[in-house]
């Protein structure tokens, strides 16, 4: 099976600093990668899609890039209703599986 | 608009079963796949499979064969997770969420229910 890394597990930034965020698959997944946003209580919602694709209706500060192996999701200006723990999933097809990985918990400094 | 509406919160026994319901409306519910996610207190999101609506055909996570069962009504747009022989480690949140399959194969969930916790206890 396909396993997933995120980095760092943790984060504390200011208003207006960027955010990065990175995740790495043990073999390659093409562009087979989400990134979700799940608020304390909530259920996750879609930002990013095949690896790149902002989800209709996401902000523009969320951005995401990658193939292969190495993935990097971007808050170019963070905002205080951004705070929430960041996950990434692939998607493998031979059997179906979706592996998330195990997220990154983002706060205000 | 699409809507994934879950049965409400269950407390079960070791050993029990539990059934969770999740209820779409707003589009075909035999056109996408649905999925069941859960989240155990604190902890990341699991996934732990998927049925096809309109074949009913699954797909089970290895760590949950065996003890899981997804089916559907379409007669009724409804989708149903049950998972036996439950434990304490099986407390969690269970979610379901719709699959979205782009033309060149790569797939994502657009769409989630609210969340069902299961609380297993003696």
């Known amino acids: 099976d396909i396993q997933m890394t995120q980095s760092p597990s943790s984060l504390s930034a200011s208003v207006g600093d960027r955010v990065t965020i990175t995740c790495q698959a043990s073999q390659d997944i093409s562009n087979y990668l989400n990134w979700y946003q799940q608020k304390p209580g909530k259920a996750p919602k879609l930002l990013i899609y095949d690896a790149s694709n902002l989800e209709t209706g996401v902000p523009s500060r969320f951005s995401g890039s990658g193939s292969g192996t190495d993935f990097t999701f971007t808050i170019s200006s963070l905002q205080p209703e951004d705070i929430a723990t960041y996950y990434c999933?692939?998607?493998?097809?031979?059997?179906?599986?979706?592996?998330f990985g195990p997220g990154t918990k983002v706060d205000i400094k | 608009q699409v809507q994934l509406v879950q049965s409400g919160a269950e407390v079960k026994k070791p050993g029990a079963s539990v059934k969770v319901s999740c209820k779409a409306s707003?589009?075909?519910?035999?056109?996408?796949?649905m999925h069941w996610v859960r989240q155990a207190p604190g902890q990341g999101l699991e996934w732990m499979g998927r049925?096809?609506?309109?074949?009913?055909?699954?797909n089970y996570a290895q760590k949950f064969q065996g003890r899981v069962t997804m089916t559907r009504d379409t007669s009724i747009s409804t989708a149903y997770m049950e998972l036996s022989r439950l434990r304490s480690d099986d407390t969690a949140v269970y979610y379901c969420?719709?699959?979205?399959?782009?033309?060149?194969?790569?797939?994502?969930?657009?769409?989630w229910g609210q969340g069902t916790l299961v609380t297993v206890s003696s």
């Open positions: 969420a719709r699959e979205i399959v782009a033309a060149a194969g790569q797939r994502h969930f657009d769409y």
């Open positions: 707003g589009y075909t519910f035999t056109g996408y796949y």
């Open positions: 049925i096809n609506p309109n074949s009913g055909g699954t």
């Open positions: 999933q692939q998607y493998d097809n031979l059997p179906p599986l979706f592996t």
